[in-house]
């Protein structure tokens, strides 16, 4: 027989698979972000990636990467051998090929870009790997919202 103290004593279980996923770089209280669709560390692609959504790469993956204004992770094991086009670039892991951002790109202590850099703003923390040139325009964060 049903009783109300039975409810209340088990409370519903979420299960892992189920629970909405959080990126490395989401803020404690910041605005609700968006879904973030994501390449688990077994993918390989060689092609064009293109998305209308922030996306978290932890594979590999060689091929221009196109995102139209949205935010590209690269996790801490990704292989990108790449030219990016993106809202936003936070690089956990590795970059080859030039990163066109309209707002920043953050490259964190254990990532890695190899080739330029243009962006409004960009941050580069101790212990980062970086060999380019890097073009900062202030004014890209305008043109996002053309």
């Known amino acids: 027989m049903w009783s109300k103290q039975q409810a209340v004593a088990e409370p519903p279980v979420a299960s892992p698979s189920s629970a909405p996923f959080s990126s490395p770089s989401s803020k404690v209280g910041s605005i609700p972000s968006r879904s973030v669709a994501r390449l688990g560390a077994t993918i390989q692609i060689k092609g064009q990636v293109n998305g209308d959504e922030d996306l978290q790469i932890d594979g590999i993956v060689d091929g221009p990467i196109f995102l139209k204004g949205y935010e590209l ?7 990108l051998t790449s030219e990016i086009h993106a809202g936003d670039v936070v690089a956990y892991g590795k970059v080859v090929g030039d990163v066109h951002a309209r707002g920043r790109v953050d490259i964190k202590r254990e990532g890695s870009i190899v080739g330029n850099i243009s962006s409004a703003r960009i941050s580069i923390e101790d212990g980062a790997h970086f060999k380019g040139r890097i073009e900062i325009d202030p004014t890209k964060t305008r043109s996002a919202a053309d």
């Open 73 to 79: 992770t690269v996790g801490s094991d990704a292989q």
